[in-house]
Antibody
Framework: QLQLVQSGAEVKKPGASVKISCKAF????????IHWVRQAPGQGLEWMMM????????TYAQNFQGRVTLTRDTSRSTVYMDLSSLRFEDTAVYFC????????????WGQGTLVTVSS | ETVMTQSPATLSVSPGDRVTLSCRAS??????LAWYQQKPGQPPRLLIY???TRATGIPARFSGSGSGTGFTLTISSLQSEDFAIYYC??????????FGGGTRVEIK
């Protein structure tokens, strides 16, 4: 079945790091770019970054450069997002999403991972 | 950054109504525009990409139009399951993908 399955909710302290996984099922992992989008409580959607699972190249939004790392394990069809130096305002649901070929429109989404930053 | 502005912020409608949602870009995004539907506790669902192409499995009552800076999502006859928040997203400017602030479609 075509789906992206993310790891579970996390609670972290300010300054800590969080690593979220996104595992792909039902399609050829290396064929579709994977993006990450986050949504703060009651707010809209914010694009963060993307990875080409085939070659491993990454692109980050300016807001997150230097604080985030995207990696992938092709043997596990999994992408990992590592966000460091967490702040209270990083509290959000983090989604991974697959992009349609030739576009950055997202046709398959993970279920979301809630990251809560709290002291 | 390309700012995407959606209007109205909230739309109160009745089942069966024809609904038109607007999305405006601060600069031309050509036809690189997508629409999503999001319900509480769920990820967004792709409705339209390329400004007017329905995604797989999307009912024909959803249609998109526009190019450049002005776009419209139309729901021809609103069903009960269509009450949700709708977002537009431009993917013309890389790597600065941006979403609109959303339009909430609620029951009148």
């Amino acid at each position: 079945q075509l789906q992206l399955v993310q790891s579970g909710a996390e609670v972290k302290k300010p300054g800590a790091s969080v690593k979220i996984s996104c595992k792909a099922f039902g399609y050829t992992f290396t064929t579709y770019y994977i993006h990450w989008v986050r949504q703060a409580p009651g707010q809209g959607l914010e694009w963060m970054m993307m990875i080409n699972p085939g070659g491993g190249s990454t692109t980050y939004a300016q807001n997150f450069q230097g604080r985030v790392t995207l990696t992938r394990d092709t043997s596990r069809s999994t992408v990992y997002m590592d966000l460091s130096s967490l702040r209270f305002e990083d509290t959000a649901v983090y989604f991974c999403a697959r992009a349609l070929p030739g576009t950055s429109a997202f046709d398959v989404w993970g279920q979301g991972t809630l990251v809560t930053v709290s002291s | 950054e390309t700012v995407m502005t959606q209007s109205p912020a909230t739309l109160s409608v009745s089942p069966g109504d024809r609904v038109t949602l607007s999305c405006r870009a601060s600069q031309s995004v050509n036809s690189n525009l997508a629409w999503y539907q999001q319900k509480p506790g769920q990820p967004p669902r792709l409705l339209i990409y390329g400004a007017s192409t329905r995604a797989t499995g999307i009912p024909a009552r959803f249609s998109g139009s526009g190019s450049g800076t002005g776009f419209t999502l139309t729901i021809s006859s609103l069903q009960s399951e269509d009450f949700a928040i709708y977002y537009c997203q431009q993917y013309n400017y890389w790597p600065s993908l941006t979403f609109g602030g959303g339009t909430r479609v609620e029951i009148k």
